[in-house]
């Protein structure tokens, strides 16, 4: 079975551009999250897809990060402009359905450097 | 709200060594509880978890106990061997929160020979 797949798994951009990360998600897997690592935290969780809808965002920077995932499968974050704090590791998740009794599948994730 | 505090590393032994690294959480109700590795250049991945108080969660060789007295979730290997040189999370997901995990900083591991 093939795991959650993310590209690109590195990207470096100047301040105050735009950058998009892809994910995905581990087939047939109705949740997806995408969760921001920073150097020395553990990963937070941004937002949280049920199928194409919005379970979870409430610790998504709304002003510059955004994120969807139209057809229930494939997802996109986008930060526009990015800002020098969000150099980070950005992680993907799936699981099954998005109650707690599923286990989350991380892929590689993307390390994105805003210099 | 809910938090995780883990052992600041690098921890380093030597293969063969007994591995401790002590997570400790505040939840509200009794939450569930997970030890994710990291392993280099690879995504997280579940080594076990516990579901209820003094439940004991295990696989290759580590394992952990869920505490609630002590509100603890302590990882423990008997013998470290070089492969297991990895990051270490620990992280809980409350009961009713959907299925939203709350991570600790998390603790590297270096095993040398």
């Known amino acids: 079975e093939a795991g959650v797949a993310q590209s690109p798994r590195y990207k470096i951009i100047e301040k105050r551009q735009s950058v998009a990360f892809w994910c995905n998600p581990i087939?047939?897997?109705?949740?997806l999250y995408w969760y921001q690592q920073i150097l020395g935290q553990g990963p937070k969780l941004l937002i949280q897809?049920?199928?194409?809808?919005?379970?979870?965002d409430s610790q998504l920077p709304k002003d510059r990060f955004s994120a969807e995932r139209l057809k229930g499968v494939d997802s996109t974050l986008k930060i526009q402009p990015a800002k020098l704090e969000d150099s980070a590791v950005y992680l993907c998740a799936s699981s099954m359905e998005g109650d707690s009794s599923y286990e989350q599948y991380f892929g590689p994730g993307t390390r994105l450097t805003v210099t | 709200g809910n938090s995780v505090t883990q052992m600041e590393g690098p921890v380093t032994l030597s293969e063969e060594a007994f591995l401790t690294i002590n997570c400790t959480y505040t939840?509200?109700?009794?939450?569930?509880l997970f030890w994710y590795v990291q392993y280099p250049g690879e995504g997280l991945q579940l080594l076990l978890k516990?579901?209820?108080?003094?439940d004991k969660g295990s696989n290759k060789g580590f394992e952990a106990t869920y505490r609630k007295e002590t509100t603890s979730f302590h990882l423990e290997k008997g013998s470290v061997q070089v492969s297991d040189s990895a990051v270490y999370f620990c992280a809980l997901r409350s009961r009713g929160g959907g299925n939203k995990l709350t991570f600790g900083t998390g603790t590297q591991l270096k095993v040398e020979l």
């Open positions: 087939s047939g897997h109705a949740t």
């Open positions: 939840a509200t109700g009794y939450p569930s």
């Open positions: 516990a579901t209820k108080a003094d």
């Open positions: 897809f049920q199928n194409n809808g919005v379970v979870d």
